[in-house]
């Protein structure tokens, strides 16, 4: 009978694990649209629906009410780190963050982001608000992963500190001036109604085009609590502390613009495809004194009132509402999201990532889930000093059941025990009376400390002498000119700037010239763009004796214009090798639309693709090169190249078509080898190019006899 018992109880466990992953691959690569909004010291206990008997936030409050609601969500204990563990899958200190300033706050450039991950599968990228994860121009989102970039500097508008982190200056919550897309625009309006405004006019702008990924961070209710009079004049007279009254106002605030972000999913008809996603990123400050929902402690301090944090999945018709308390953290909304949207991970990725999807919890919130260790530490010792002196002051490692918790000024060791299920609160310490707990916690903490260490590179980073965005904001806005006087006089620097070249593009150009091969050496064809124009002539200097590089006789021209001519640039000869590209004016944009849309680019290259394979020719696709940001003639967007380059590559994976990936190779050279406002390159640019052009047409020649 025992082992019958026993027979059943392994079938039982085996079905409701198979029905669990069958739930789970439900939703993997459903690809919905995916709003992110993350505030900024909003605590646990800062909402109604969290049992704040003053605060009201209904708009907030319906997330929960109608979505997946994890009760146990774990993030750090203060906002770079939790960013960085959002954006990468992994602890913030295996980012290279470990505290909030001093280049410390600076996500590691080895990092593969989110944003890249969803990129790579077809989304459209946008963040809106806070970033806070370096404020170098390459650490910049937008060159992390994000099409559309609508950003304040460091930790919150208006602050300043040495090294990189600062915003641009003088800023305040009331028309902040926000980097957008490389260009600081003067806003008009309050900061976190910018943000969300900003958000909706890009959803507006993607939508229906293809599954976009809005990344809305605001800077509220972090301090110096700038409200608006209104908003705080809700709770004046509901508590005694100003500071509070100014706290709540804020979340209101944000509770409002969450409101009228679901009325327009609505109107658009989109929100039954669309994963909103409510979180705060540590724990809280100013209300914590009037409700903390029960926990001790508060932001910066590695106790559940520190690390606890909300996080409301909603998806209507697809996701049902429930609460899950199986413990999750920041670094499963990595994987989460990745799965979701059907993203094809590399290893080196895999490995980065150290969450677990949390699509089985969706799926079925009371689903099996093996139990997991967290770790946690506030970081931010002294510049300089050595970190392991400091392994033991404010840290916590935790499973789902106990949390093994020391605090101490001077990094000593001082571990306490607490049992989250019987006491929320961490009212008392039972370690004396469970060594063997203590002992296994410590163990893997101890564990996870060594495993941080290697990962440690800001530490002794340097920092510039002056804000890189109180740089670029007083080179915008020189000799103390308005943004919009500033404005004004650059777009008639630039339509100035663009007039001889466009009577030298109408001259000969010699690179476009007809060339006579040399008998027995391989026939190359490049087509392209003005881009392979420019790098035509270096790249027959480098094969000369190897290769007769041939172009087509003209400027490529959008894929419509490749449809209509390639057969004649083809010609009758044989082609050994053709290195082709097609996308810059394609993506190009006429009375706001792009001159071939996306979905015509595709379908243009895929006929393009077959006859040139008809050729027999060793084929090598040409990623479109960067658009730089900001203002051009004729317009452009920096984001769009992505997307062309993104359908491009599904195309030449199916064919397996070699990839010479001109974007990667020239994203971090762009200040040195492009032209300023424009697409086309340097002389030295188009040098540097050709000797990546150069060397992947080499690999593709065939041997000589």
């Known amino acids: 009978m025992k082992r019958l018992d026993l027979w059943l109880s392994i079938c039982v466990t085996l079905i409701v694990m198979v029905r669990d992953a069958i739930a789970a691959e439900g939703l993997s690569g459903r690809r919905p649209n995916i709003i992110f909004v993350l505030t900024d010291d909003q605590g646990y206990g800062d909402l109604s629906c969290h049992g704040n008997p003053i605060l009201k936030t209904p708009n907030i409050d319906r997330l929960h009410r109608e979505g997946v609601r994890f009760t146990d969500f774990m993030v750090s204990p203060t906002c770079s780190p939790t960013r960085s563990a959002l954006m990468t899958g992994r602890h913030e200190f295996k980012n290279g963050v470990t505290h909030t300033i001093l280049e410390r706050e600076r996500l590691t450039l080895s990092a593969t982001t989110l944003a890249q991950v969803l990129k790579s599968a077809g989304y459209s990228t946008g963040i809106f608000g806070k970033w806070h994860l370096g404020d170098e121009p390459e650490r910049w989102p937008s060159r992390r992963g994000f099409d559309e970039m609508f950003i304040h500097g460091a930790g919150g508008i208006g602050q300043s500190y040495p090294g990189s982190c600062g915003d641009a200056p003088g800023n305040t919550y009331f028309s902040p001036a926000i980097l957008h897309n490389g260009k600081f625009e003067k806003t008009n309006g309050y900061c976190t109604d910018v943000f969300f405004a900003q958000a909706m006019k890009w959803i507006e702008s993607t939508k229906g085009k293809q599954p976009f990924y809005a990344h809305i961070a605001t800077n509220a209710p972090h301090g110096p609590l700038q409200v608006r009079p209104e908003d705080e004049a809700r709770y004046a007279d509901k508590v005694k502390e100003p500071n509070v009254a100014k706290f709540f106002g804020l979340i209101a605030n944000i509770d409002d613009n969450v409101g009228r972000l679901l009325k327009k999913l609505a109107e658009w008809n989109i929100e039954r495809d669309t994963l909103v996603i409510f979180m705060n990123d540590n724990g809280g400050t100013a209300g914590t004194r009037f409700f903390n929902a029960g926990m001790r402690a508060q932001k910066g301090t590695p106790w559940l009132g520190g690390i606890r944090a909300s996080s409301f999945w909603r998806w209507p018709g697809t996701l049902q509402p429930a609460d899950c308390d199986r413990l999750a953290a920041h670094v499963d909304f990595f994987p989460t999201l990745a799965e979701l949207a059907g993203a094809k991970l590399s290893d080196q990725v895999r490995q980065q990532v150290e969450g677990r999807s949390l699509l089985p919890l969706l799926s079925n ?36 059941q106990f949390q093994l918790v020391s605090v101490s000024k001077d990094g000593q060791k001082n571990w306490q025990l607490f049992d989250l299920k019987t006491d929320r609160g961490q009212q008392t310490d039972i370690a004396d009376k469970n060594p063997e707990i203590v002992k296994q916690l410590e163990t893997n903490y101890d564990r996870w400390w060594e495993s941080i260490q290697k990962h440690l590179d800001n530490e002794e980073a340097v920092g510039p002498e002056q804000n890189p965005f109180k740089t670029l904001f007083e080179k915008q806005f020189a000799a103390g000119k308005s943004p919009k006087e500033s404005e004004r006089t650059e777009g008639t620097k630039v339509k100035v700037a663009d007039t001889p070249k466009k009577a030298a593009a109408r001259k000969s150009n010699p690179s476009l010239e007809k060339i006579t091969d040399v008998p027995g ?43 209509k001519n390639l057969k004649a640039w083809l010609g009758d000869g044989q082609w050994d090798v053709i290195h082709f590209n097609w996308g810059l004016h394609d993506l190009k944009l006429i009375d706001g639309k792009h001159q071939v849309s996306l ?107």
């Open 365 to 400: 919130p009371v689903a099996d889930w093996s139990d997991r260790t967290l770790a946690t530490h506030l970081g931010r010792w002294p510049k300089g000093a050595d970190p392991n002196k400091f392994k033991h002051a404010n840290c916590s490692i935790r499973n789902s």
């Open 599 to 705: 979905e015509d680019y595709e379908k243009n290259l895929k006929e393009i693709v077959s006859l040139l394979k008809a050729t027999n020719a060793k084929l090598i696709w040409c990623s479109t090169t960067p658009v730089p940001e900001g203002d051009l003639n004729p317009p452009r967007r920096f984001g769009d190249v992505a997307h062309f380059n993104a359908a491009a590559k599904r195309i030449m994976d199916e064919h397996m078509i070699a990839i010479d990936d001109l974007f990667e190779f020239a994203s971090p050279k762009l200040k040195e080898i492009q032209n300023k406002a424009d697409v086309h390159f340097n002389s030295e640019g188009s040098a540097i190019l050709a000797e990546q052009v150069a060397k992947s047409i080499e690999a593709k020649l065939p041997s000589r006899k």
């Open 521 to 563: 050496l391989p026939r190359v064809l490049l087509i392209g763009e003005s881009i392979s124009i420019g790098y035509t002539l270096p790249v027959r200097r480098l094969l000369d004796g190897k290769a007769n590089v041939h172009r087509i006789p003209t400027n490529g021209g959008p894929t419509t214009n490749g449809l």
